[in-house]
């Protein structure tokens, strides 16, 4: 993609981010989180150079390079794909946060595996919202008890909840299913009101998110262009 495309797209996106939180009378303090997977480390920099700083990546060996290739930025990363447990250690040494952690195992091993050197590992449950038509996430019944748990590790810290809800839904059933995960954080915040963060919207349902509440947007396609 050339230099004023990408340019241009993330105008159009930082507009649509603007009017939706004008529209739910918000501020806008949402952060967008540019999703890099499948691009390359001069796409990403190209996009640093744009004024975006923060990047999400799905696949670990992919974006391990990428990170050492960019490591002259001042990028923060965000792991939002899915984690094998035996996978964990390169995810806690080298990303500020992650996005999708649904199982007590899988942040016991972050815990443990994050360098005392670094700051906490910024994280984020993620909640199945969808039923049975998905397979990662944690369910709504057993997200309370995830959560104290996870609250209780040593250097890694719960920011709040993430979810995808299913592809090609009615924005009526986009506004339910975030206004879902809305609800779930506000249930959590009885006991643990230093949770703030909603990771929800993509490029196709951002505007239903932040009516509901996203504090941080994932978007690849709209930026970089489709995959
Ligand atoms: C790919 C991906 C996105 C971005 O999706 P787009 O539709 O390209 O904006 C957001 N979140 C997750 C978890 C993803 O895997």
């Not at 094998?84 to 972050?110: M, Y």
């Not at 595996?113 to 038509?133: F, H, K, M």
């Not at 609800?183 to 915040?189: D, F, I, K, S, Y």
Request: some cysteine; aromatic content about 4%; glycine content about 6%.
């Amino acid at each position: 993609m050339n230099a004023d495309t990408l340019k241009s797209n993330i105008d159009k996106l930082l507009e649509r981010v603007r009017l939706s939180a004008q529209k739910s009378q918000r501020e806008n303090s949402i952060r967008v989180l540019a999703v890099s997977k499948t691009r390359s480390a001069d796409e990403i920099r190209r996009a640093a150079g744009l004024g975006l700083h923060e990047f999400g990546e799905n696949y670990l060996q992919e974006a391990l390079a990428k990170i050492a290739e960019l490591s002259d930025l001042d990028l923060c990363w965000h792991f939002i794909g899915p984690i094998q447990s035996n996978k964990t250690r390169p995810i806690a040494e080298h990303f500020h946060w992650v996005h999708s952690v649904d199982r007590l195992k899988v942040a016991r091993r972050l815990s443990e595996q994050r360098p005392r050197s670094l700051p906490d590992l910024q994280i984020c449950l993620q909640v199945n919202i969808s039923g049975e038509a998905s397979k990662s996430g944690v369910d709504l019944a057993e997200l309370p008890a995830l959560a104290r748990a996870v609250m209780a590790l040593p250097r890694i810290r719960l920011r709040g909840l993430m979810a995808i809800p299913a592809a090609g839904l009615e924005p009526e059933a986009q506004h339910a299913a975030f206004a879902t995960l809305r609800r779930a954080l506000e249930n959590l915040q009885q006991e643990a009101p230093e949770l703030d963060t909603l990771s929800m919207g993509m490029s196709g349902d951002l505007e239903a998110a932040i009516a509901e509440g996203a504090t941080i947007i994932r978007v690849g396609t709209d930026i970089f262009g489709p995959r």
